[in-house]
């Protein structure tokens, strides 16, 4: 048997599964996602994705399409039926379907639907070697706090990058850094402070980055909210990103620079092994 789905009220298989030709989400991109991910048969980091989640709903007025309670059930489900131990649970909520016009009509029905993808997610070659970004100019629209499923400006923003040569991209906008195509950008200067851009409308506010900022305070790390630029950044003694596909990952070169020696830096990997102990040591494992 293959994969289990959620469409719409219904656990299917993949191939069973079915969305009309006129969702808003298909036709317009009018649609929100959210990626946990799962590690030994844990959500990691859940209630900052559920929380993103309903917060990205509402700035599109769009209704949750279950209770909160639910969504957990589902996640779990999910898990139980795919024997997911290890890789991430996509949740996709579109407006709903109603023949194609901008001016959508008042109370349409979310389309909801969740799936998992097994993948190794922990020591993996990136986070043990690093990652090369290039840099390009941020194209994207002005509401990027929202979690929408528009995504063509970082598709082929990352197309361009593999193209060239390097692993992904950081985006740029009026002469600072914005974010990864779907990460948060952080570097660590000489004197040793992890310095990330502030949550506002021009980037999303990363689960992974949230928790990552509360492992600062925790450790005692001096930490800096502001942007930088792109020379800042090629002048760093380390470099990293954050999401939750690839939790910590050191970032050993941006552009045609390479960051220190070229090699994973020591607090980037202090904050690796925190990440790491900290998701599984405080998050209980979901009934399998």
Not at 199 to 224: F, M
Request: aromatic share 6%; hydrophobic share 40%.
């Amino acid at each position: 048997m293959g994969r289990i789905v959620y469409c719409n009220g219904v656990f299917t298989p993949e191939e069973d599964a079915r969305i009309s030709i006129f969702d808003r989400g298909f036709l317009f991109g009018d649609a929100i996602y959210e990626v946990t991910a799962v590690l030994a048969g844990r959500l990691i980091d859940n209630d900052l994705h559920l929380d993103r989640l309903e917060r990205s709903l509402a700035a599109l007025s769009i209704p949750m399409p279950v209770s909160r309670a639910e969504l957990e059930q589902i996640q779990a489900e999910l898990m139980a039926r795919n024997e997911l131990a290890e890789g991430i649970i996509y949740l996709q909520v579109s407006r709903g379907e109603a023949d194609r016009d901008f001016l959508y009509p008042e109370g349409l029905k979310p389309n909801f639907v969740a799936f998992t993808q097994a993948k190794k997610l922990a020591d993996t070659p990136a986070q043990r070697n690093g990652i090369s970004v290039d840099l390009t100019e941020d194209l994207r629209w002005a509401r990027r706090d929202i979690k929408t499923a528009m995504l063509l400006g970082q598709v082929l923003a990352k197309r361009q990058a593999r193209t060239d040569g390097y692993d992904d991209v950081w985006m740029v906008q009026d002469g600072l850094v914005t974010e990864g195509s779907s990460s948060t950008a952080f570097i660590i200067t000489a004197d040793n402070r992890v310095v990330t851009r502030p949550n506002s409308r021009s980037t999303l506010p990363g689960c992974t980055r949230h928790a990552v900022l509360r492992l600062c305070q925790t450790h005692g790390l001096r930490l800096d909210e502001r942007a930088f630029s792109p020379a800042e950044a090629q002048a760093a003694v380390e470099a990293f990103v954050t999401s939750a596909s690839s939790f910590v990952t050191p970032v050993v070169r941006i552009g045609d620079v390479a960051i220190g020696d070229g090699r994973p830096g020591p607090l980037t990997r202090r904050l690796q092994s925190y990440y790491i102990e900290a998701a599984l040591g405080s998050v209980p494992a979901l009934p399998g």
